[in-house]
């Protein structure tokens, strides 16, 4: 995804979106992309145009595809069918990409698929390349000694896009880092705002 997609996408939704790892697309420019952006606020937002923005900003903020949220969805539905959206975002948060970005290796979630898909990452020591494997707690992740001498690594752990959720652990004090997924994530840990009930609203009228 080019850089100027990425402020396309973060303007139309109106916030940032950290997994894209593009910083500051609101700062000049604080309205939707397009001939008729700046008119954006003095539109009335349809119920199903609210639904849609708040699961958009989940597929781009964790660089899935539709159909891989919706297969997020029935998962999370088999997990917990009374409050499956805490138990979606647990899977989501939980996936090994977005762990890697979670845990300062890499500045977002396509460098952070990278990383796994070009086989730097190890999982409780073994090496890992599927980016949507969801982690569960008390998995160790380490860097291949390569990945973790690249400038890119070392300059996103001394400048991390995100500050460490609590669910997370990383011990800084040995080389390679390593870290630790301590518990379960849930709604409070996305960084963003984000509204839950209307994504909710969005899948159950989509009989999904």
Same mark, same amino acid.
């Given at each position: ?51 849609? &923005?708040? *699961? ?43 762990? @890697? ?14 990383? @796994? ?18 982690? &569960? ?16 690594? &070392? ?22 880092? *390593? ?30």
């Amino acid at each position: 995804m080019s850089e100027r997609k990425k402020f396309r996408i973060q303007r139309a939704l109106g916030l940032e979106l950290p997994g894209l790892g593009k910083p500051g697309a609101l700062e000049k420019r604080n309205y939707p992309p397009g001939q008729h952006g700046k008119l954006h606020n003095k539109r009335k937002v349809t119920q199903y145009g609210a639904q849609l &923005r708040e *699961k958009q900003k989940l597929l781009f903020h964790y660089g899935v595809r539709e159909e891989q949220l919706r297969r997020f969805v029935r998962n999370a539905k088999r997990v917990s069918s009374s409050n499956w959206i805490e138990a979606l975002i647990g899977l989501l948060e939980r996936r090994l990409d977005n762990i @890697v970005f979670r845990l300062g290796f890499a500045r977002s979630i396509a460098a952070a698929r990278q990383l @796994v898909s070009h086989g730097h990452v190890l999982v409780n020591g073994s090496r890992q390349t599927i980016g949507s494997m969801v982690l &569960r707690p008390g998995d160790i992740v380490t860097l291949t000694e390569k990945a973790n001498q690249m400038e890119t690594t &070392r300059s996103s752990l001394r400048s991390p896009r995100l500050s460490l959720p609590s669910y997370l652990e990383l011990q800084t004090s040995i080389q390679p880092e *390593k870290g630790r997924i301590l518990a379960i994530p849930d709604t409070g840990h996305v960084p963003f705002e984000f509204n839950s009930t209307q994504v909710a609203e969005y899948y159950a009228k989509r009989g999904v």
